[in-house]
Protein backbone atom coordinates (compact mmCIF):
# COMPACT_ATOMS: atom_id res chain seq x y z
CA UNK A 1 0.00 0.00 0.00
CA UNK A 2 2.52 2.21 0.93
CA UNK A 3 4.53 1.64 -2.35
CA UNK A 4 1.31 2.57 -4.07
CA UNK A 5 0.95 5.96 -2.69
CA UNK A 6 4.67 6.92 -3.10
CA UNK A 7 3.84 5.91 -6.96
CA UNK A 8 0.68 8.03 -7.18
CA UNK A 9 2.47 10.78 -5.12
CA UNK A 10 5.38 10.97 -8.03
CA UNK A 11 2.86 10.67 -10.67
CA UNK A 12 1.21 13.75 -9.44
CA UNK A 13 4.45 15.97 -8.62
CA UNK A 14 5.16 14.68 -12.86
CA UNK A 15 1.96 16.33 -14.04
CA UNK A 16 1.75 19.28 -11.70
CA UNK A 17 5.60 19.96 -13.01
CA UNK A 18 5.22 23.45 -15.22
CA UNK A 19 6.62 23.44 -18.66
CA UNK A 20 9.51 24.72 -19.42
CA UNK A 21 9.96 28.42 -20.45
CA UNK A 22 10.76 28.71 -24.71
CA UNK A 23 14.03 30.06 -24.92
CA UNK A 24 14.73 34.01 -25.32
CA UNK A 25 16.54 34.78 -28.79
CA UNK A 26 20.62 35.11 -28.42
CA UNK A 27 21.83 38.34 -27.30
CA UNK A 28 24.53 39.90 -28.86
CA UNK A 29 27.56 38.94 -26.71
CA UNK A 30 30.13 41.43 -27.51
CA UNK A 31 33.06 41.38 -30.09
CA UNK A 32 35.13 38.93 -30.63
CA UNK A 33 38.71 39.34 -28.90
CA UNK A 34 40.99 42.36 -30.74
CA UNK A 35 37.82 43.57 -32.24
CA UNK A 36 36.77 47.10 -32.00
CA UNK A 37 33.57 47.95 -29.65
CA UNK A 38 32.39 50.69 -31.27
CA UNK A 39 32.70 49.28 -34.95
CA UNK A 40 31.31 45.81 -34.10
CA UNK A 41 28.06 47.37 -31.73
CA UNK A 42 27.57 49.79 -35.14
CA UNK A 43 28.12 46.86 -37.71
CA UNK A 44 25.77 44.86 -35.45
CA UNK A 45 23.47 47.67 -35.45
CA UNK A 46 23.30 47.97 -39.54
CA UNK A 47 23.11 44.20 -39.57
CA UNK A 48 19.76 44.02 -37.46
CA UNK A 49 18.19 46.61 -39.35
CA UNK A 50 19.22 45.15 -42.53
CA UNK A 51 17.93 41.85 -41.65
CA UNK A 52 13.84 43.65 -40.57
CA UNK A 53 14.63 45.10 -43.98
CA UNK A 54 15.24 42.29 -45.95
CA UNK A 55 12.49 40.35 -44.04
CA UNK A 56 10.25 42.80 -44.89
CA UNK A 57 11.28 42.93 -48.88
CA UNK A 58 10.65 39.29 -48.37
CA UNK A 59 7.24 39.11 -47.16
CA UNK A 60 6.17 41.52 -49.19
CA UNK A 61 7.68 40.38 -52.86
CA UNK A 62 8.15 36.50 -51.97
CA UNK A 63 11.97 36.83 -52.85
CA UNK A 64 14.21 34.90 -50.99
CA UNK A 65 17.63 35.77 -51.98
CA UNK A 66 18.96 39.16 -52.06
CA UNK A 67 22.21 41.33 -52.56
CA UNK A 68 23.10 44.44 -50.05
CA UNK A 69 25.35 45.99 -48.36
CA UNK A 70 27.10 46.67 -44.91
CA UNK A 71 28.58 49.92 -44.80
CA UNK A 72 29.84 50.22 -41.22
CA UNK A 73 31.74 46.52 -41.36
CA UNK A 74 34.37 48.79 -43.09
CA UNK A 75 35.17 45.55 -45.83
CA UNK A 76 36.32 43.46 -42.46
CA UNK A 77 35.13 39.87 -42.31
CA UNK A 78 34.87 39.74 -39.19
CA UNK A 79 32.68 42.56 -38.76
CA UNK A 80 30.42 41.79 -41.77
CA UNK A 81 29.85 38.61 -40.33
CA UNK A 82 29.08 39.95 -36.92
CA UNK A 83 25.83 42.17 -39.16
CA UNK A 84 25.16 38.80 -41.08
CA UNK A 85 24.58 37.05 -37.85
CA UNK A 86 22.64 40.03 -36.25
CA UNK A 87 20.43 40.38 -39.62
CA UNK A 88 19.70 36.50 -39.05
CA UNK A 89 18.66 36.84 -35.72
CA UNK A 90 15.33 35.77 -34.53
CA UNK A 91 13.35 39.31 -33.31
CA UNK A 92 12.88 39.44 -29.17
CA UNK A 93 9.49 41.13 -28.83
CA UNK A 94 10.83 42.73 -25.67
CA UNK A 95 13.45 44.88 -27.79
CA UNK A 96 12.39 48.50 -28.31
CA UNK A 97 12.93 48.03 -32.30
CA UNK A 98 12.43 45.17 -34.23
CA UNK A 99 16.09 43.75 -35.20
CA UNK A 100 16.74 40.84 -37.25
CA UNK A 101 14.07 37.98 -38.52
CA UNK A 102 15.41 37.56 -41.85
CA UNK A 103 16.77 34.25 -40.80
CA UNK A 104 15.24 32.19 -43.92
CA UNK A 105 16.60 34.99 -45.80
CA UNK A 106 19.35 34.37 -48.38
CA UNK A 107 21.55 36.97 -48.79
CA UNK A 108 25.02 38.32 -50.05
CA UNK A 109 26.09 41.27 -47.72
CA UNK A 110 29.61 43.42 -49.21
CA UNK A 111 31.39 46.26 -47.31
CA UNK A 112 33.94 47.99 -48.77
CA UNK A 113 37.01 49.65 -46.70
CA UNK A 114 39.62 51.92 -47.69
CA UNK A 115 42.12 48.49 -48.73
CA UNK A 116 39.75 45.72 -49.48
CA UNK A 117 36.28 44.47 -50.06
CA UNK A 118 34.82 42.11 -47.88
CA UNK A 119 31.98 39.50 -48.84
CA UNK A 120 29.75 37.25 -46.93
CA UNK A 121 27.28 34.89 -48.35
CA UNK A 122 24.43 32.72 -46.31
CA UNK A 123 22.32 30.20 -47.62
CA UNK A 124 19.37 29.19 -45.24
CA UNK A 125 19.58 25.34 -44.90
CA UNK A 126 15.93 25.81 -46.14
CA UNK A 127 16.79 26.79 -49.02
CA UNK A 128 20.22 24.25 -49.92
CA UNK A 129 18.51 22.94 -53.02
CA UNK A 130 18.33 26.29 -55.16
CA UNK A 131 21.41 27.81 -53.55
CA UNK A 132 25.08 27.18 -52.80
CA UNK A 133 26.85 29.27 -50.46
CA UNK A 134 30.27 28.55 -52.16
CA UNK A 135 29.35 28.34 -55.39
CA UNK A 136 27.69 31.91 -55.46
CA UNK A 137 30.79 33.31 -53.82
CA UNK A 138 33.16 31.97 -56.32
CA UNK A 139 31.21 32.87 -59.06
CA UNK A 140 31.15 36.71 -57.71
CA UNK A 141 34.68 36.49 -57.35
CA UNK A 142 35.40 35.41 -60.70
CA UNK A 143 33.00 38.31 -62.37
CA UNK A 144 34.63 40.78 -60.67
CA UNK A 145 38.49 39.36 -61.64
CA UNK A 146 39.37 37.39 -59.14
CA UNK A 147 40.36 37.58 -55.38
CA UNK A 148 40.20 35.61 -52.13
CA UNK A 149 37.67 32.78 -51.48
CA UNK A 150 38.72 32.93 -47.85
CA UNK A 151 36.56 29.85 -46.95
CA UNK A 152 32.74 28.24 -47.07
CA UNK A 153 30.52 25.10 -47.70
CA UNK A 154 26.91 24.87 -49.41
CA UNK A 155 25.05 27.09 -46.63
CA UNK A 156 28.04 30.14 -45.89
CA UNK A 157 31.24 31.41 -47.39
CA UNK A 158 33.53 34.17 -46.89
CA UNK A 159 35.47 36.43 -49.56
CA UNK A 160 37.95 38.91 -49.90
CA UNK A 161 39.30 41.41 -52.25
CA UNK A 162 42.19 43.62 -51.73
CA UNK A 163 42.46 47.22 -53.49
CA UNK A 164 45.83 48.22 -55.08
CA UNK A 165 45.45 51.80 -55.43
CA UNK A 166 45.73 50.73 -59.11
CA UNK A 167 43.59 48.53 -61.20
CA UNK A 168 41.62 47.65 -57.85
CA UNK A 169 39.34 49.73 -55.99
CA UNK A 170 37.18 48.56 -53.39
CA UNK A 171 34.45 50.88 -53.95
CA UNK A 172 34.61 49.73 -57.91
CA UNK A 173 34.61 46.33 -57.17
CA UNK A 174 31.47 46.68 -54.80
CA UNK A 175 29.09 47.51 -57.40
CA UNK A 176 30.89 45.06 -59.79
CA UNK A 177 29.84 42.57 -57.09
CA UNK A 178 26.68 43.75 -56.28
CA UNK A 179 25.56 43.22 -60.52
CA UNK A 180 27.67 39.94 -60.49
CA UNK A 181 25.57 38.48 -57.60
CA UNK A 182 22.69 39.78 -58.93
CA UNK A 183 23.56 38.19 -62.56
CA UNK A 184 23.77 34.76 -60.80
CA UNK A 185 20.81 34.93 -59.35
CA UNK A 186 19.06 35.71 -62.08
CA UNK A 187 20.50 32.76 -63.55
CA UNK A 188 19.17 30.48 -61.05
CA UNK A 189 15.70 31.84 -61.56
CA UNK A 190 16.26 33.23 -58.08
CA UNK A 191 15.81 36.73 -59.17
CA UNK A 192 12.75 38.94 -61.07
CA UNK A 193 13.26 38.99 -64.94
CA UNK A 194 12.24 42.88 -65.50
CA UNK A 195 8.70 41.63 -67.02
CA UNK A 196 8.35 39.69 -63.57
CA UNK A 197 9.01 42.64 -61.36
CA UNK A 198 6.17 44.21 -59.27
CA UNK A 199 5.19 47.74 -59.47
CA UNK A 200 3.20 47.70 -56.04
CA UNK A 201 6.13 46.97 -53.63
CA UNK A 202 9.36 48.71 -53.15
CA UNK A 203 12.09 48.22 -50.80
CA UNK A 204 13.43 51.55 -48.83
CA UNK A 205 16.80 50.78 -48.71
CA UNK A 206 18.40 51.46 -52.32
CA UNK A 207 21.53 49.63 -51.48
CA UNK A 208 19.42 46.13 -51.70
CA UNK A 209 19.08 44.79 -55.24
CA UNK A 210 16.49 42.17 -54.70
Known amino acids: KEEKKEEKKEEKKEEAAPAPAPAAPKKDEGPPAGVDAKKWKAA ?4 GKKGVELAGCADMGGLEFFTTQIEAADGDLVLIQGAMDAANKEVDPKDEEAKGGSGLVGKMLLSSGS ?7 YVPKEKGDKADASEWMKSVLASCGGGEFVEGDALTAKGLIKGDGETRFPLKDKDTCQAASVSWLKGKGLFPQ ?10 EDDTIEW
Open 44 to 47: VKEG
Open 194 to 203: ADEEEDDWVC
Open 115 to 121: GQLGLVC
